[in-house]
Every structure is written in structure tokens, then in C-alpha cells.
């Protein structure tokens, strides 16, 4: 038998309870089956509303399911309980979201290390250099001393990506995030997924409105009211379904 | 293991927005200094109270009364209740404490007491043409000056001075003004009996409580035995121990042996003493509101936080951290606020208690017997106690908005900022 896939949605659904009274429940994603291996680079796209971030958020265990099961390594991660998610996730999982989330009180230097602080694998003095080293992957040795605010968009939101691969992730899970970069910086930051990808073996997922940005990665996921219609190798799609 | 990174986010937050940290910080900071200061303030005046109290007063007085009426021949032969006596007129005995000599002897047989008699009466004084009344005491000098410190507050002659002078008198500097007599002078002293009996002031006495320096003199117990027509009677014994803290159970146990009412200097400062508690519960209730204020100020900080933290606090669980770390991210804070505060307010006290301390007043103050400034207490007590209530209140504040952070879900609120 072949080993179990790293990343696994098992018909995963996800009702949200409607909001107020006599509201109807919504229906966020429903009946995903997905499988992600070590060194896939997967581009999940579709129009707006049609539940990218919500199935990213179910992948990167910050959300349960309704129905069905996310499996990590073959385990069933509804088991786990929440500090053992929260484990999971900050070892072996890596976030960028739209907005860049940076600790406004840090330095960039600092708030890559917090990930590596946090988890406590590596010494101080050790866990300084691998951040400098991620942040110089970035083109990003200038900024190490200085405050979010201090930094224009596209480099707080390549230190965000700096900050999700501090850990050295398996998985690095990034919703929109070149959303509000400028082409250049997007394609920054797509070049150090696609690193991680060919020269690492780690998997990146990411959701994209950007389709030329969805080309370059190995597969496309496209999702329409919460279903995968098309799943596959730059599956073409409906270009005018995207906002 | 997370704890330094904990407290590095949590003092980072802090540091970020100092104008509201510094103002929780000195609202603590305030509650404590001022309950500290307020609280060696009552405590030192109490304390000196008290140390007068003992110092000059007697620790016990065994009285020649008895705390309950004799029972009646009449009742005690009818135990079944058929018989009441009213309207009992005292029967025209001597009061006295019987056999005082011998009480005497058996109680100086306990080690660390010193016992002294005294007969107390009425006189009228008389010098030239001005009359003064006040109750003469009777004492053996020997025995008294171990019992009492009149001594000390003698401004003129000394104890033994009444030995070594026949009918030698001791005034207070209060009566002595009214008759106009001084050290010297032969003044008479008239009882209620009639008996007349000339005496010379050998001594004066200021204790800076004018009931005492109007109202009382010395004289030999002997004098007075005769002035007032009761030879060898005594009406009370004064006691002094070397451990006060013994004078109440001990003033039980010498009742319930002799009958006499004994009274302990706490039972007869009961009236200050339970005013002290009073003084007491005011002092705490209020400064302990100036310690609430400012929990609520720390609440109101920490809330505040997390509220403004909600993304960041999305982002750490995100990243991994989980609930206790966030609570405890916030906690941090709140103790964090709480001992600064706690740390200041214990300088702020220290201070206040030094200018206090400082301060002088221009009048003799008769409670404060020739202190012109406020008595301080420089106890740690009173440091440790805010300090740890500022600690625990100040942590207890931030639990519940910690809590609120900890349970935030992330998906929310990424959900909300994208
Ligand atoms: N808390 C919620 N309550 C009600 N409806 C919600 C809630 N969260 C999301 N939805 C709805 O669920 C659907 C899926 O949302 P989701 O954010 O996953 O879509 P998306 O594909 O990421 O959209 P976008 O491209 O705009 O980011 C949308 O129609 C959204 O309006
Ligand atoms: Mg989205």
C-alpha cells in the first residue's frame, strides 16, 4: 500500500446556522473530496462567494466540518482537540491571508520569529538567523529592524509569507494573497511558492482571483456554489465566472 | 517553555499603547500609595493609643464592686421561683476589697505582675481663699511606680517625695493652676467626712489629658486611709504585667477567684477600642473602593485591548497558539499593570508617609500628650497587604476579558478583515 496522502477532505461540508430568526442555514462549502500530496502547488479558484476561503480555512484546521472528515497523514484531525489542532497547525502548517495580520508592535524580524518562538524546536540565537535567512529569500534583509507600519504593502505581505514559512511548513495555505499587491510583488511572492514546491517538496494551496497567477501552479481546483466542478492539471475554466 | 514569548506579546502590547497603561498603572499606583499611607496613619495613631493606654493605665484593676448583686438570702432558700426581692436597699457595709494585704501577696506571687492598692476619695482642696475638689489617690510609692507610670510624667519632685515628707501631696498641673499653689506650699485637703488634714505639695504631675491634671492628686495610701476615715481599707488593686497580652484572661481568671469585678485595660477602653474598628472599617471600605477603582480601570484597559487585538489575536491562533496562550497574553497584562502599579503605589506610600511624618502642628494636642506631628506606623504590613491586593485584583480584572480573547475564532474575524 501506498503511503496515506499528506492532505485529505473526505465530503467535507460546512453549514454555517442562518442568522436570525426563520433564516435560512448556509450552505458554505459542500461535499468537497480533495487529496493534496507532498509537492503539489494547487490554485483553488472560482467566483466570489462560491466558498474558497471557507474550504481553505476547513484545510488548514482553523475550522471543523459539518459533515465529513479532514485528514492529515491518513488521521482523522475531528478527533483532535483544539490545543491539539493548534499544534498541528503551527507546526506543519503555514497561513497568509488577504490582509497581512502582522503584530503592529513587532519588528518584521520579530514577528517572523514569533511562529519559531513559539513552537521552541530551535535555540534563540538559531531561530534569529533562519528568520534573517527567510526574510533575505524575500528580498527582505533591509527590513528586518522596521515596524509593519513602516513598510510599504507588497513587503508586509511578502513578511507575512515570510512569517507562514518560519516553521518550515509541509503545508502553506494563503487565501488571496497577492490580492492588493501590485503585479511585480505577486510575482514575488508566487516565485517563492513555487520554491518551496519544486526545490523544498513542500504543498502549497492557494486561492486566487488572479488566473495567470492560477496558471503557474500544477493544478487547478475550481469551485461554483461551494463544489469542486473541475479539478486537474490548468483545467480550463469559465474566464467570465471570475469578479 | 511559551512563557517568555507570552510575556514579550503581552509587554509589546503594553509598551504600544502607553497613555492608557501609564493611566491604569497610576490609578492602582494611587490606591495603594493612599491606602498605605492612610493605613500607618490610623494605625500609628492607634498604636500610640494604645501604647499610652498601657503605659500609663493600669493593664488590670480589680474593683471593690461586683459585677452581679449578691443573690438574696430569701431567693436562694426558694431556688423554684416563689419568691422575688425587689427594690434591695445596698446594705450600709464598708465597700472595700476585703483582705487586700493578703490578695496583694498572692498575686505578686505570679511572676511577671506587679500589683499596687489604692484608696481613691473625694477632697476638697483648699489654699488661701481658693477651693479645688478632686480624688485623691492613696498609694504605696514603692509598689505604684511599678505599676503606673506617673513618673514619667511628673514635671516636679518624684514619687518617693511623699515618704520622705509627712502628708507630702502630688498634684496635677491643672489643679495646682487653680489654687494657685506650686511645689512648697501647704495647702488642706477637707473629706466628705469632715477630716481635715494640712499637706504639702512635694510634687506636679502633667499627663496632657486635662481630666487627670485637673482632677487627680497623689497621696500616701496611708493619708488618704485617714482622710477618709477607712482605716486599711483599699478600694482597688492596679495590676501591671510584663506581657499584656495576658491581662484579659487573666483578669477573668483573678475574678472568678476573688469576686471582684476585675477589668482588663482592653474591657476598660472597650469604648476606644470599638471605635478603632469602626475608624477601621471606614479606612478599609473606602481606600479598598480606591483599590476597586482602579480594577476597574485595568478591566477597562484589558477589554479595551482585546478589542482593538482582535486581529492579531486571530492571527496567533492561526499560527498556532492556542487558547491558554492567548488568555494568558492577556493576563500577563493585566498582572503586569498590577505589579508596576503595586511597586509605584508601595513608593507613593513610602513617600506620603515621610511628608506626613514631616508635617508639624502648632498646637499642643492633649490626646497627642506633646506630639506635634502625625504618629506613623512603619509597618510592612500594610505595603504587603495592597500590594497584594492590587496583584489579585488586578489579575482577577483581566481574567474575564482574557477569557473573551481566548475564545475569539479566528475564522470570524479573518473572515471579517479580508
Ligand atoms: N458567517 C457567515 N454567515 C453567513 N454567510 C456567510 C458567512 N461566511 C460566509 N458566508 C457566505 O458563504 C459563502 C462562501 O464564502 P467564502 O468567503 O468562503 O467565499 P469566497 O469564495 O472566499 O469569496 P471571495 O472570493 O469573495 O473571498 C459566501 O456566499 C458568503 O457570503
Ligand atoms: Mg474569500
Known sequence: ?243 | MALPLVIDIAIGQLRRRKRQSIVSIMGVALGVGFFIAVASLMQGFQQYFVSQVIDIAPHIVIKDEFRTPAVQPAVAAFAEGAVAVRGVKPRDEIRGIRDARGKLAALEAVPGLAAAPTLRGPVILRYGARDHSVALVGVEPERERRVTNIEKDMIAGRLEDLRATANGVILGIGAADRLGAGVGDIITAVSPRGVAVTMKVVGLFSTGLTALDQGEGYALLKTVQILQQRPNVVNSIRIRLADITQAEPLARVIEARFGYRTESWEETNSNILSLFIIQNAIMYSVTGAILLVAAFGIYNIISTVVHEKTRDIAILKSLGFTEGDIARIFSVQGFVVGAIGAALGCLLGWALIEMLAAIRFDFNNPVLRGQRGFIMSRSALPFIFAGGFALVSASAASILPARRAARLNPVDIVRGAA
Open chain 1, 1 to 243: 500500500m501506498s503511503a496515506p496522502p499528506l492532505l485529505e477532505a473526505r465530503g467535507v461540508t460546512r453549514i454555517l446556522p442562518g442568522e436570525g430568526f426563520g433564516a435560512p442555514p448556509v450552505r458554505l462549502v459542500e461535499d468537497i473530496d480533495l487529496t493534496v500530496g507532498a509537492g503539489e502547488f494547487v490554485a483553488i479558484t472560482g467566483p466570489s462567494g462560491s466558498g474558497k476561503s471557507s474550504l481553505l480555512y476547513l484545510l488548514g484546521l482553523l475550522d471543523r466540518p459539518s459533515a465529513g472528515a479532514v485528514l492529515i497523514d491518513g488521521e482523522d484531525t475531528g478527533a483532535l482537540s483544539a490545543p491539539a489542532l493548534a499544534r498541528l497547525r503551527l507546526a506543519r502548517l503555514g497561513f497568509v491571508f488577504q490582509f497581512h495580520f502582522l503584530l503592529p508592535e513587532f519588528t518584521t524580524l520579530e514577528n517572523v520569529m514569533i511562529p519559531m518562538r513559539r513552537l521552541g524546536r530551535h535555540p534563540q540565537d538559531e531561530i534569529r538567523e533562519r528568520a534573517r535567512a527567510i526574510l533575505a529569500s524575500l528580498g527582505l534583509q533591509d527590513a528586518e529592524r522596521k515596524l509593519p507600519e513602516q513598510l510599504s504593502g507588497g513587503m508586509r505581505q511578502r513578511v507575512a509569507v515570510a512569517r507562514a514559512l518560519a516553521n518550515d511548513p509541509e503545508i502553506v495555505l494563503a487565501d488571496e494573497p497577492t490580492g492588493n499587491l501590485d503585479t511585480r510583488n505577486a510575482a514575488t511572492v508566487f516565485d517563492v511558492f513555487a520554491r518551496i514546491v519544486g526545490e523544498h517538496g513542500r504543498s502549497v494551496i492557494v486561492v486566487t482571483h488572479d488566473l495567470d497567477l492560477a496558471a503557474r501552479a500544477g493544478r487547478r481546483v475550481h469551485l461554483v456554489d461551494g463544489r469542486i466542478v473541475s479539478d486537474g492539471p490548468h483545467s480550463p475554466v469559465v474566464p467570465q465566472a471570475v469578479a
